[in-house]
């Protein structure tokens, strides 16, 4: 027997604007990086559009021109959806699905969509929805517009349509007022949980979405965290106690952060990046591979610092150098030519970090015994720093180092009388 059951699959036209403040270079890769969200999303991009404008039209974000050629497009090809590229006003979502008569998106609304696909925690959960309806709330009008026939022939207010309308904002205020109260019992009990390891010192990672943080924190935990190549795989943050040389300390796997992140979910999300408030070292993942890397090095400094945690002790991870080397250097380039290159560029960033920075891949196992070492430094410092009672339950254990850098395949286990410790 023959399925001819088809699946459809949504194809979307993403659509931004050249700006000045945002050069046609920079929309571009905003563009590219919009693709990958829709990707991760389960929307396959038909084509991009952008526009030179000075600011964003008010009423319908881009210029009548454009949309007239981007209706004719989605008429033709049957495009289900547009996506903006930045986030656009309850009047401007409007209008343009009035010209271009196809579901119009943001970038806000698809980043919730992602994040509403990827939560698997109660808190997670709670947190996009409350964000989603957030962001809803003040569109609801647009979304009702097809009950403004109910009104009053004389024009008065009052009608069916007006009431469905409130009706629909005060339970969605209502269910706002909850969620939010939902999430702070789900935030006690984490801070009751938390205090409970008070006296551990605590390391996150933090970083751009897709730098390979999960994966990195399956080596160091050697723990089996979800990681896929893909934007915001992660969603939830996830701890584990690491012991280094029988010293624990904790670890958490934070959720990427992204340029133009609803300023919703930020707000929700805010008990779930506590982890980088709560963390005494950062461990910032950098993909060094991706052309942009240093404009999304930019972008979590500013979240870090509108978190009140950018003068926290940091080591940056320069990760996935393998797909740096097949990107930069020519594979006939002469050995000493290509260590020349490398070291020039390690080199330029050890200095732009005071020394603070190390180059590994995480996928390939490769420098991580050179981590290792930097990370159990650092704690040793602030253990002896913060808890020095606790250094006679280590002795013996803080002076080690790693020397090891294997794969971990060959890495041998062996087994350690671990000291005790409460």
């Given at each position: 027997m023959i399925d001819n059951t088809t699946i459809h699959?949504?194809?979307?036209?993403?659509?931004g604007l050249v700006t000045k403040s945002q050069t046609e270079e920079q929309t571009k890769e905003y563009l590219d990086e919009l693709d990958f969200l829709a990707s991760t999303a389960g929307i396959v991009t038909a084509r991009k559009y952008y526009q030179k404008m000075q600011t964003p039209d008010n009423k319908s974000y881009l210029?009548?021109?454009?949309?007239?050629?981007?209706?004719?497009?989605v008429e033709d090809k049957r495009i289900d959806m547009i996506i903006v590229d930045d986030e656009i006003s309850p009047s401007q979502h409007r209008n343009m699905e009035t010209i271009l008569k196809c579901r119009v998106m943001d970038r806000s609304m698809l980043i919730l969509d992602i994040f509403n696909q990827r939560a698997k925690t109660v808190q997670a959960r709670t947190q996009v929805e409350l964000a989603q309806l957030q962001y809803m709330l003040p569109r609801l009008k647009g979304m009702w517009t097809h009950l403004e026939r109910q009104r009053g022939g004389t024009g008065t207010r009052g009608g069916s349509g007006e009431k469905e309308l409130e009706t629909d904002r005060r339970m969605a205020e209502k269910k706002i007022a909850l969620l939010k109260i939902k999430l702070k019992e789900i935030d006690k009990q984490n801070e009751t949980r938390r205090k409970s390891r008070a006296d551990m010192i605590r390391v996150a990672l933090v970083g751009y979405t897709n730098v390979g943080k999960s994966t990195l924190m399956n080596l160091l935990a050697k723990d089996n965290v979800f990681a896929e190549n893909k934007l915001?795989?992660?969603?939830?943050?996830?701890v584990r106690k690491v012991v280094f040389n029988?010293?624990?300390?904790?670890?958490?796997?934070?959720?990427?952060?992204?340029?133009?992140?609803p300023h919703h979910l930020i707000e929700s999300f805010k008990s779930t990046l506590d982890e980088t408030l709560e963390a005494d070292i950062l461990l910032q993942v950098v993909d060094i591979s991706h052309p942009a890397f240093e404009d999304q090095m930019k972008v979590v400094a500013q979240i870090l610092d509108e978190l009140g945690s950018k003068d926290k002790p940091m080591i940056i991870v320069f990760n996935k150098m393998d797909l740096y080397e097949a990107k930069h250097l020519d594979e006939f380039l002469p050995a000493e030519v290509r260590q020349?290159?490398?070291?020039?560029m390690k080199d330029s960033w050890m200095q732009k970090t005071n020394d603070h920075a190390i180059f590994i891949s995480a996928t390939q196992n490769r420098n991580t015994g050179e981590l290792r070492d930097k990370i159990f430094a650092k704690v040793k410092e602030l253990?002896?720093?913060?808890?020095?009672?606790?250094?006679?339950?280590?002795?013996?254990?803080?002076d080690q180092t790693f020397v090891e850098d294997k794969p971990e395949t060959e890495v041998k286990k062996e087994k350690v009388k671990r000291p005790k410790y409460k």
């Open positions: 699959v949504n194809k979307a036209v993403l659509v210029g009548k021109g454009k949309l007239e050629e981007i209706a004719l497009y915001f795989a992660t969603v939830d943050t996830t029988g010293v624990p300390f904790l670890l958490s796997d934070t959720v990427g952060f992204i340029r133009k992140l020349t290159l490398l070291q020039e253990y002896l720093e913060r808890y020095p009672y606790k250094a006679g339950y280590w002795h013996g254990y803080l």
